[in-house]
């Protein structure tokens, strides 16, 4: 089946060989999404259209890199696909994915207005990056790179041509529509130049906090009434020895000792050396449970 760009390029070629300037879209024709371009170099703004770059494949076709952890080498993945509208969604996709499996949260929208802004890089030397268990996303390219950054994330600015504004918006909102998405989650956009030439698109957002360990379950000890009050007074109490216990309780000093045995044989309490007892960790997390 022809895809959109094959007749957009069969369109722009059979122009080009009647000597006519390439077709542009119809009026109301509602365009793709957007992404900022690099701020037009003075004197060719109004310099006639380029065509869209082939699709990059092979050991060109941009690869998403998955750091696990940063002692291990990167699972790497190739993204391939037959044209630049499936390319764009691929990699937003697969990018998304990547990040969600590892926990983190930028949302989509983000990661698709930043690819989409690789066209007018002509998606070179693409590499996705996911970090921080999904929390930091780097897209770095080796295209013409931007010389006034900060003007790209206004809204606005754009070199997109009429042949880029088929595939996205091209009016300039991209980039400064992903900062302000950020920001609702306390999170930063920001570019730098890559090694080489180029660009790098760096996502953040806060690290998310350690997963408490789970606790250990509670020990599998079943107890009659008595002895579980007598856990508990130990709990209340701190230490308490049989005569303690077996006035609070209104059971004899010799059921008192005989319970704290056993107890103490299970594993919930432990002697401090002076006929007392206390509880240990395991005697905390059955009464946890139990209560």
Known sequence: MESFLDRLLAEGRDDAGAGRPP?????????????????????????????????????EAPRIAVYDTLT??????????????????????????????????????????????????????????????????????????????????????????????????????GLPIAREALQFLRGVLTVEDNLGGGSVFTIKLPSRPAEEPARAAAPAVKLTTRQTKVLVLLMELGSAGPKALARELGISPATAFRDLNLLEQKGLIHSLGDGKRALREEGLRLLDSIL
Do not use: W
């Open 72 to 173: 291990s080498p990167p699972r790497v993945i190739a993204v391939e696909e037959q044209d630049l509208p499936a390319l764009i969604a691929s990699l937003s996709e697969k990018t998304y994915n990547s990040c969600r499996e590892q926990g983190g949260q930028v949302p989509f929208t983000v990661i698709q207005e930043l690819i989409e802004n690789l066209l007018h890089a002509s998606f070179r030397d693409v590499v996705v990056t996911v970090l921080d268990n999904g929390q930091m996303i780097r897209i770095s390219d080796h295209g013409p790179g931007l010389e006034q950054k900060e003007r790209a994330f206004l809204p606005g600015f754009t070199t997109a041509t009429a042949h880029q504004r088929r595939l996205i918006r091209g009016v300039g909102s």
């Open 23 to 59: 077709a542009v879209a119809k009026a109301g024709a509602r365009p793709a999404r957007n992404a900022v371009m690099e701020p037009s170099v003075a004197g060719f703004e109004d310099a006639a259209p380029t065509a869209l770059p082939p699709t990059p494949v092979g050991p």
